[in-house]
C-alpha cells in the first residue's frame, strides 16, 4: 500500500450523484426533487471527527463539470460514492474528470454495490453497512495497522486481482451511530415534493430519517435479502425523537420521510413513536410520511394515531392487482394480503384517517402483458389512491429476478425504473413506456380521482394547498390535473 497518506488528516468528498445533468426522468413528474442519501450521510459522519469530510451541496442540472469544480475545490484525497446502479456511468464520468486535476482514491457503496463487486474506476467498495468498515479502512490506508484483508465488508483490487472480504455483521446498537451528516445548505435546499403537508412552498429543512434498517420481506425486485437478510433493526424512540428534535432546532425541519422500508411493521414500536411525536409536537407543525405495505396496516386505531402524530402520507407498495400474478404468489406472506378487497380496506382506512395515500406500482412482472395491464386500468382508478408512482421492473444486482432475467439494455443508465431493461415474454420497452404513460393519464384524469379528490379535500380542507403545490410542480400529471383543479379546489 502507498505511503502517501500515512500519518495524515485526509479530505474526504462525498457524492450521490442524481440529477447531475437532469438525464434521470421520473415519469411520475418528481425529477427535479432534491432528497438525502441518508447512508452516505451516516458515512461520513462516521469520520468527521479523524478526518476533513463534506458532502457538496449542488443545484439539479449543475453539470458534470460543475460538481468537478465544487469537488475540486475541496482538494480530497478520497471520493466516496454512493450509488443506484442508473448513477454509476455518471460516477465514472465525474472520477475521469477528477483524476484529470488531482490523484484521487476512490471508495463505492450503496445499492449497485450490494454484492461487492468492484467497477472501473474504483480502488475500493463497501457493502452493507459502512460506519465501521469506512474506519478501518481509512485506519490501513493512514497508518497500515490494519490489514486490508482482515476489514469485514470490504472489497478492493489489489495487484490486478479483485479480493472480497467476508460480509460484516449487522449492526445491532444503532443507538450508537452518530447522527448523518447535515449542513445548514443542504437542508435548506432539499424538497420532497409530493403530495404532503405543508404544502411545497412551506416546507423547510427537509430530512430523511433512517429509523431501522431492513425488512421482514423478500420481494424479487428487491436488494433487502442481500443487504440486511430478513432481519429488522430499531432504533430506540427515544433516540429517533432525538434527531427529531435537533432537526426541528437546527433547520428548522418541517417535513421529514423515514426511509424505513416498512414503517407499520412494528406495531409497538410506532405506537411508542406516535405517542412521543404528538407529547413532543404539541402545536402539530411537524409532519412526516413513509412506507407501509398493506398486510400491515390493516388497523384503523393505529392509521388515526399516525395522522394525529403529524403523518401526512403513506406509501403503500401494491405493485401489481393484476389478479393472475396475485394468484401465484398468495401462497406466501408476502402476498396474503394483496388481494383487491384487502387493498382497498386498508386504503380507504388511511384516507378515513385523513393521510394522503400514495401507490407504487409496477409494469413488467413476469406475468404482465397488454392486455392485462389494461383490464386493471378501471380497478386503479377505483382504488383509494390520491397520487401514484409507476416503475417498470428493472432487474438489479443482489435481486432474485436478475438472476431470473436476461439483461438485454447494457446502458447502466436505462437501468432506473423508467426503461425495460431485460427480455420480457410479453412486453417491449415501448410498450412498456406507452402504458406506463396511458396509466398516469387514465388516473389523474378519470372522473373517479375528481370525486375521491374533492370528497377528501372537504373534510381534510387543510390539504387544498398542498393538492394545488402538487399539481404546479408536477410535470407529466400537470395537464390531466390542471383541467380537474377548477373542479376540485
Same mark, same amino acid.
Given at each position: ?74 482538494? *480530497? ?5 454512493? %450509488? !443506484?446502479?442508473?448513477? /454509476? +456511468?455518471?460516477?465514472? &464520468?465525474?472520477?475521469? #474528470?477528477? $483524476? ?66 467476508? *460480509? ?5 446498537? %444503532? !443507538?450508537?451511530?452518530? /447522527? +448523518?451528516?447535515?449542513? &445548514?445548505?443542504?437542508? #435548506?435546499? $432539499? ?78 414500536? /410506532? ?89 407504487? /406500482? ?128
Amino acid at each position: 500500500m502507498s505511503k502517501k497518506y500515512l500519518n495524515r488528516k485526509l479530505s474526504l468528498v462525498g457524492i450521490y450523484p442524481r440529477n447531475i445533468d437532469n438525464a434521470h426522468y421520473d415519469p411520475s413528474g418528481n425529477s427535479g426533487f432534491e432528497v438525502e442519501a441518508s447512508g452516505l450521510q451516516y458515512i461520513v459522519s462516521a469520520i468527521s471527527k479523524k478526518h476533513k469530510v463534506t458532502i457538496p451541496y449542488y443545484k439539479n442540472g449543475v453539470g458534470i463539470g460543475g460538481l468537478v469544480k465544487k469537488i475540486i475545490f475541496e482538494e *480530497p484525497d478520497i471520493l466516496l460514492f454512493s %450509488l !443506484d446502479t442508473y448513477m /454509476l +456511468p455518471t460516477a465514472q &464520468k465525474i472520477i475521469q #474528470k477528477v $483524476k484529470e486535476k488531482k490523484d484521487v482514491l476512490v471508495i463505492g457503496g450503496g445499492s449497485h454495490f450490494v454484492m461487492g463487486q468492484i467497477e472501473d474506476s474504483f480502488d475500493y467498495v463497501i457493502r452493507g453497512e459502512g460506519e465501521q468498515t469506512i474506519k478501518e479502512l481509512l485506519e490501513s490506508i493512514t497508518s497500515h495497522t490494519k490489514k486490508l484483508e482482515d476489514i469485514n465488508g470490504l472489497s478492493y483490487m489489489q495487484d490486478g486481482e479483485v479480493y472480497k472480504n467476508p *460480509p460484516r455483521a449487522r449492526n445491532t446498537d %444503532l !443507538d450508537s451511530l452518530a /447522527l +448523518p451528516f447535515r449542513t &445548514k445548505e443542504l437542508a #435548506k435546499n $432539499k424538497s420532497p415534493g409530493s403530495l404532503l403537508l405543508p404544502a411545497l412552498k412551506n416546507q423547510k429543512g427537509f430530512a430523511s430519517i433512517t429509523a431501522s434498517r431492513g425488512c421482514f420481506y423478500n420481494c424479487s425486485f428487491c436488494t433487502n435479502e442481500s443487504q440486511w437478510g430478513r432481519n429488522v433493526i430499531y432504533r430506540t424512540v427515544d433516540n429517533v425523537m432525538y434527531e427529531l428534535e435537533h432537526l426541528r432546532d437546527k433547520y428548522g425541519t418541517n417535513i421529514v420521510f423515514f426511509n424505513d422500508l416498512n414503517i407499520t411493521s412494528n406495531k409497538k414500536w /410506532l405506537d411508542e413513536l406516535c405517542e412521543k411525536k404528538i407529547e413532543f409536537d404539541k402545536e402539530g407543525k411537524l409532519y412526516w410520511y413513509a412506507m407501509s405495505n398493506i398486510a400491515t396496516a390493516q388497523n384503523q386505531k393505529m392509521l388515526n394515531k399516525m395522522k394525529k402524530a403529524g403523518c401526512t402520507q403513506l406509501m403503500f407498495g401494491i405493485e401489481t392487482i393484476n389478479p393472475v400474478k396475485l394468484q401465484k404468489e398468495s401462497n406466501g406472506y408476502e402476498r396474503k394480503y394483496q388481494r383487491l378487497e384487502k387493498i382497498n380496506k386498508v386504503l380507504n382506512m388511511s384516507q378515513e384517517a385523513g393521510i394522503f395515500n400514495h401507490g407504487l /406500482l409496477m409494469l413488467g412482472l413476469v406475468d404482465d402483458s397488454n392486455e392485462s395491464i389494461r383490464k386493471t386500468i378501471p380497478q386503479i382508478n377505483n382504488l383509494n389512491l390520491h397520487s401514484i408512482r409507476i416503475s417498470i421492473n428493472t432487474p438489479f444486482v443482489g435481486t432474485k429476478d436478475y438472476s431470473n432475467y436476461i439483461i438485454t439494455d447494457d446502458n447502466l443508465k436505462n437501468h432506473d425504473t423508467s426503461h425495460l431493461v431485460f427480455s420480457h415474454k410479453n412486453l417491449t420497452e415501448d410498450e412498456c413506456q406507452k402504458l406506463q404513460s396511458e396509466l398516469y393519464g387514465r388516473f389523474y384524469g378519470s372522473i373517479q380521482y375528481k370525486n375521491r379528490m374533492t370528497q377528501f379535500l372537504l373534510k381534510n380542507p387543510e390539504a387544498k394547498q398542498a393538492f394545488s403545490s402538487f399539481i404546479e410542480s408536477n410535470i407529466i400529471t400537470k395537464y390531466y390535473m390542471k383541467i380537474l383543479e377548477q373542479k376540485i379546489i
